[in-house]
């Protein structure tokens, strides 16, 4: 049983992550290009109050602040995306020489913490002129994103192994495409299908890119997932719980890469918005990632609804506790979500690239307290370091996520860090949740009675 004197701990990554436009703030400076969340974030009646991410919390001026309070925690990774326009300002083409150095420096800064980076291509900041361009729902934008991937790989490839190329492309196709309340702000179930399969040519695209230019490199894909149980055991209920897995969480996506064909769960109902020839496609999917990236927060309990367009419903639990997004607190769905992906698609290698949770925090006189928080990563971690012990290969988790920053539609309403972030002073503050964190990152460790055992 893996314990402290599991050799494989050390090689366990204890990392945080973020995304470019939720923390660096200054999207046009030094020659960057605007991005669909900067259009959308300044139109009026999109985020709350207005909010938009020209500041967040500065983070392009103060990444040494941060990268010194990383390595003050003990982390021993950083998952962080790249703004794509920072580097190519329309997109393609042209690029930035200052956006090629802000990465640069960052990734060094980093290593010279020992701490690993993990970059993510794609967390949602596509450039502007390209979605002026029809973005994810023209068929090019596979070849653009290899053209941003091959740049980004000849920069950092020397320094940064392990790549993701898209965060929660699930996210992207329904908030962004379906329901419109994520840039681009779009509502047409014909473009998400679109956008759904545009992404996985994109993904492939960029992971041979990648490729191409370091063989070495180990590229990944990042899915976002909420455990589904059926409402009952009776088969309706079975039968709408897998049909809301298999759509919302990693089998629309691993299927394919994995098997070359959507998951058959999904096949009739994709098939009337896909694009022509989507079955040629399909079939040159196949290619497994080096690693999958999985993120979670919640569960819900589904049952059958025939009204509903994909046949399900949650069902409303008003006593469940919830965090301050309202979703569910369920730590057991994480070790639902990592066995039921090693069972159905044996990936390499796993890693929890996002876990976390929104609460009320308050900046009081010794610091945040916020147990909530605490005892959310400690039952969801516990969980994971289970899923491990029962074999499924994870090698890394990261919480979401190192600083309060923009979260999106909410603006900066919830705070999911384990710093706390004055906004008016752009002061940092480590919570009790992120020194409880570092308490427990620091001692290497997979053995999941060590969680209890961290004060
Ligand atoms: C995920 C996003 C991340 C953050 C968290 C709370 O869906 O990837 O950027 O907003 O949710």
């Not at 470019?20 to 046009?28: D, R």
């Not at 091959?150 to 320094?159: E, M, N, W």
């Not at 492309?169 to 998400?192: K, Q, S």
């Not at 301050?324 to 290698?349: F, N, V």
Request: glycine share 8%; charged share 20%.
């Amino acid at each position: 049983m893996p314990g402290p004197t599991d050799p494989q701990a050390d090689a366990f990554l204890w990392g945080a992550a973020t995304a470019a436009y939720q923390i660096e703030g200054h999207p046009l400076a030094d020659g960057a290009g605007a991005c669909i969340w900067h259009e959308f974030s300044h139109t009026p009646g999109t985020t709350y109050r207005g909010h938009t991410g020209d500041l967040a919390t500065d983070h392009y001026h103060r990444w040494p602040e941060d990268v010194a309070l990383m390595r003050e925690l003990g982390l021993s990774a950083y998952r962080f995306s790249i703004r794509w326009p920072r580097l190519l300002p329309e997109g393609v083409g042209r690029s930035n020489p200052a956006g090629l150095a802000f990465y640069d420096r960052l990734v060094d800064a980093l290593l010279a913490a020992e701490i690993e980076p993990l970059v993510t291509l794609y967390h949602w900041d596509l450039p502007s002129a390209l979605q002026y361009r029809g973005g994810w729902a023209n068929r090019d934008s596979a070849g653009w994103f290899a053209e941003y991937a091959a740049l980004a790989g000849r920069l950092l490839g020397d320094r940064v192994r392990r790549w993701i190329t898209l965060n929660e492309p699930m996210v992207v196709a329904v908030d962004g495409h379906l329901r419109g309340r994520h840039a681009p702000g779009i509502r047409n179930v014909f473009v998400t299908a679109r956008v759904i399969h545009h992404q996985l040519l994109g993904h492939v695209a960029a992971y041979r890119a990648l490729k191409a230019e370091h063989g070495g490199l180990a590229v990944g894909i990042t899915l976002s997932n909420t455990a589904v149980w059926p409402a009952t055991a009776a088969a309706p209920d079975v039968e709408a719980a897998e049909m809301a897995h298999a759509w919302r969480n990693f089998p629309l996506f691993l299927e394919p890469l994995t098997f070359g064909r959507y998951p058959p769960e999904l096949t009739e109902l994709l098939t009337a918005y896909l694009p022509d020839a989507w079955e040629a496609d399909v079939e040159a999917m196949r290619l497994p990632p080096d690693f999958v990236g999985l993120n979670y927060y919640s569960g819900e309990r589904v049952r059958h609804d025939a009204r509903s367009w994909l046949g399900f419903a949650v069902v409303q639990e008003p006593e469940a506790p919830r965090t301050a997004m309202g979703w569910m607190i369920r730590p057991e769905g994480i070790h639902r979500i990592l066995t039921q992906a090693h069972a159905r698609y044996r990936p390499r290698s796993v890693f929890v690239t996002e876990n976390g949770a929104a609460f009320v925090d308050r900046q009081g006189e010794g610091g945040v307290h916020d147990p909530a928080r605490t005892a959310y990563l400690r039952a969801h971690i516990r969980e994971v370091l289970r899923a491990r012990e029962e074999g499924v290969p994870v090698d890394g988790y990261f919480v979401w996520s190192l600083l309060d920053n923009f979260e999106w539609a909410r603006g900066y309403a919830r705070r999911f860090g384990i710093v706390y972030v004055n906004y008016p002073t752009q002061e940092r503050v480590v919570k009790d949740s992120g020194l409880w964190y570092a308490s427990f990152a620091r001692k290497r460790t997979v053995a999941k009675e060590a969680v209890d055992a961290t004060a």
